[in-house]
């Protein structure tokens, strides 16, 4: 009784082709095999300021499995817009794609990845145990800190930053004993006269065509 | 066909009114805002004012509490129909399929709560499938909206994931252009579904507000052009390339690129293969043709996708049923991906020449660009070759029961060219598509992304308003037909000639092939140990019910289903013991494709 079987070339006597591609897709010569790292990006993006719209997006991220280390959204200068400021870690390709991902939303007007040297800054607050006051606030001092609350049994200290110094400053004041500790995740602008998002290009991410434009050009 | 059509009468109080009659067109050259069209004196009325400015003459939905409003406002209107569904699944895979007919997004109505559930997996797979559709939800009043009340549910949290956009109209004033700006997006761009929530007091608050014409948002600006830079690039690749295909998408269809992808291969020399959705991109009689590309593609397709070593991808996603591994994807091709959407740019397989734009556009920059034809001659040969060694054939035994194979190639012989075929997932979907040839777009109307069982026969139903003067078939497994079949009623009711085939081998038979190949044999759940005369439940229902049998009854069925007027139901005893090849498991290398269950042993 058939079974669908058909006639040809069984899997073996068949032309087969030497490449090969990594998991990303991207062709690659064996001898030397790129690696992507991840890395860490600040995307920010202007959406429209309604409701829905961080669900919207945080959504997106879980359900495409990218990795964020922080988003925080707020007003901007203008009351129908709100800024997300995303940082993100994964390889090249899937930063690249998180943006595209992003773009593709109504809401969202404008992408951009910052460059490394973007203002950066998070805000900390720590609830430090208050057996030894003075040290405390010698570190709160050395790192710009203000003392927001001190009682017999706490202290409580709030500083800015970028993530390092942050994360310098909690090493420092968890020999005393942190009882609770909150981050607020970045908040970033370009530096200088930069836009950090243009409305002017609306939803037009730089595509991957033209980013590699730049490239061929260069042949 | 030779036959008189016999005519039954299925309903007593029969209307005199026609397909054509619901089709009736506004004329052409007549703006759809001029003004036989009622005032406005409600949101509701407003939303419907908003779907005739669009142009919309059908709607699918199922009525429900929440949706009254928008259900008064359509009382006495007569320039939009109604076409009440079954189940609200059947009501958004109608609309889904009659989108993919027409090119123009259906629209899906439902009431709030169980309402919109069930139209959510009609959503995902519109999503998946980047057909265009709008639903309209009705939601329960903004009073109410987090309390938990009756029939609510957080339609817009449930959709965002699968559509395009998801909105709550929570202004009277505004409902209309929401609902304009839906149906605009929809239709732009990279086409998808789109959702509006219409809370009750909202559709029943008064207002005047006449919505303008659709538009999308300031913001949404679909690329339309690619980078010149990278066309010339592109070009210079396919024109010197060895071994150059073309691998057409569904976006070519969605995007009516078929004329310039055909001109395109045709004065280059380039062997076309499609993916599922872009089945009908390109004529499967034309010698360039090369079939369809995938898990079950045929070997011919996978061999040539494997050793090309140019890619003119167009208007694909690069989904995993079609690439397998993507690690033996075509490993030798240099990839020229043109697609509306930059996000499918090297998503999963890396584009050498991404160029982001309308397909039409984009082929049209590239056919300009292409300084001559590719030295292709021994790769055409290689491409015919491998035609040879792997068609698709099969044998009919008299002693055995029918082959779906045979079903499928005779229904695909007696009809029409420009016939729609529709079908439901699973073994019967995959030999509906290996053994019709699909010459023209927008006639092969399945579920390809999310695979879902039951699409069938809502599919047809929608098809066939979308083209009342066109044949409709849809194939259907025994397992998907029992998921939707109630939709029949909406066919005997709107007296709609169409037919269906259930391929019916008493079994979920593509899980069963599965659990052959890769689970031992062991058949759970995948065997029915008794299934119904589908015959004469189509004849409860109203429809004319015929079974086949042998090859002899076939021919029988086949003549009667298509004479009559009306909806037909064909139940064919089909061989359960027939299986898909070729097939590249999942997640295989397609080259490797198996053609029997010896080799798909083998390959794990």
């Known amino acids: 009784m058939s079974r669908g079987e058909l006639p040809g070339p069984p899997p073996d006597d068949r032309l087969h082709p030497d490449g090969r591609r990594n998991g990303q897709g991207i062709r690659v010569d064996p001898a030397a095999e790129a690696e992507h790292p991840p890395e860490r990006a600040v995307l920010s993006a202007l959406v429209t300021h309604e409701p829905g719209v961080l669900a919207e997006i945080s959504g997106l991220f879980s359900r495409r499995q990218f990795n964020i280390e922080s988003l925080t959204v707020g007003p901007t200068v203008d009351d129908d817009l709100a800024r997300m400021t995303i940082v993100v870690e994964e390889p090249r390709p899937g930063i690249d794609q998180t943006k595209k991902q992003l773009e593709k939303h109504i809401p969202v007007i404008s992408v951009r990845e910052l460059a490394g040297n973007a203002v950066q800054r998070e805000l900390v607050i720590l609830k430090i145990e208050g057996d030894r006051p003075a040290q405390v606030n010698a570190i709160t001092d050395m790192y710009d800190g203000r003392t927001l609350d001190a009682g017999p049994e706490t202290v409580t200290v709030e500083l800015t930053g970028n993530r390092s110094r942050i994360d310098d400053a909690i090493d420092a004041y968890s020999q005393f004993g942190v009882r609770e500790l909150v981050r607020t995740g970045h908040a970033a602008l370009a530096r200088g006269e930069a836009p950090t998002a243009q409305v002017s290009q609306p939803n037009q991410a730089p595509t991957e065509a033209q980013v590699a434009t730049e490239a061929v050009s260069d042949d | ?604």
Request: one cysteine or more; a negative charge.
């Open chain 2, 1 to 604: 066909m030779s036959e008189p059509a016999p005519v039954q009468q299925t309903d007593e109080e029969s209307s005199d009114r026609t397909e054509e009659d619901i089709h009736r067109d506004t004329p052409e050259g007549v703006s759809h805002g001029a003004s036989p069209d009622p005032d406005v004196t409600t949101g509701a009325e407003s939303v419907v004012a908003a779907l005739r400015t669009a142009g919309v003459e059908l709607l699918f939905g199922v009525t429900g509490g929440a949706i009254l409003p928008v259900y008064d406002a359509l009382y006495e209107h007569d320039q939009i129909t109604h076409i009440t569904m079954a189940h609200e699944q059947g009501a958004v895979h109608a609309a889904d399929a009659y989108g993919i007919v027409t090119g123009e997004p259906g629209v899906c109505v439902a009431t709030s709560g169980p309402g919109a559930t069930n139209l959510v997996t009609g959503i995902a797979d519109a999503s998946m499938d980047s057909d265009p559709l709008v639903a309209l939800t009705g939601q329960v009043p903004t009073g109410f909206v987090g309390n938990d009340a009756f029939q609510e549910t957080d339609t817009v949290g449930i959709t965002q994931p699968v559509t395009k956009h998801s909105s709550f109209a929570d202004d009277e004033s505004t409902v209309g252009a929401e609902v304009g700006t839906a149906w605009a997006l929809a239709d732009a761009g990279r086409q998808g579904p789109t959702l509006v929530d219409l809370p009750k007091d909202v559709t029943g608050a008064s207002t005047d507000e006449r919505p303008g014409e659709p538009e999308t948002p300031d913001t949404y600006d679909p690329p339309t052009t690619a980078e010149p830079v990278m066309v010339e690039a592109a070009a210079e690749t396919l024109a010197t390339a060895r071994r150059p295909l073309v691998l057409a998408g569904g976006g070519v269809i969605a995007g009516e690129a078929t004329t310039e992808l055909r001109r395109l291969a045709r004065e280059y020399g380039l062997p076309v293969v499609t993916t599922m959705p872009g089945t009908g991109a390109f004529p499967q009689t034309d010698p360039l043709s090369q079939g369809i590309a995938g898990m079950h593609g045929t070997g011919y397709a996978n061999m040539a996708v494997s050793n090309c070593d140019a890619m003119l991808a167009v208007g694909t996603r690069f989904d995993d049923r079609l690439t397998g591994d993507i690690e033996t994807f075509a490993p030798d091709a240099e990839i020229v991906h043109v697609d509306i959407d930059p996000a499918e740019i090297s998503k999963n397989v890396e584009a050498d020449y991404p160029l982001v734009g309308d397909a039409g556009v984009v082929l049209d920059q590239l056919h300009r660009a292409i300084p001559g034809r590719p030295p292709a001659v021994e790769w055409r040969d290689r491409c015919r070759t491998w035609q040879d060694e792997y068609p698709l054939e099969y044998e009919t035994p008299a002693d055995e029961p029918l082959k779906p194979q045979h079903v499928v190639e005779r229904f695909d012989t007696v009809t029409p060219a420009d016939t729609i075929v529709t079908a439901g997932v699973g073994q019967h979907q995959m030999w509906a598509w290996q053994h019709w040839t699909f010459t023209e777009p927008r006639t092969w109307v399945t579920s390809h992304g999310l695979g879902t069982m039951g699409y069938a026969v809502p599919a047809a139903i929608g098809a066939k308003l979308a083209a009342p003067d066109r044949e409709v078939v849809a194939f259907d497994g025994d397992g998907s037909f029992l998921m939707t079949a109630q939709e029949l009623t909406v066919a005997v009711r709107e007296e709609l000639d169409l037919t269906v085939v259930v391929l019916n081998n008493e079994a979920v038979g593509m899980v069963r092939q599965w659990q052959d190949g890769f689970y031992d044999g062991r058949r759970t759940a995948s065997e029915y140990p008794w299934v119904p005369q589908f015959d004469a439940v189509a004849e409860a229902f109203g429809a004319k019910g015929l079974r086949a049998e042998t090859y002899e009854g076939l021919e029988e069925c086949i003549q009667t289903a298509r004479a009559y007027d009306g909806p037909a139901v064909i139940d064919a005893a089909i061989d359960p013991e027939e299986n898909v090849y070729p097939m590249v498991p999942g997640g295989g290398d397609n080259a490797r494709f198996a053609l029997d269950s010896d080799q798909l042993e083998g390959l794990q």
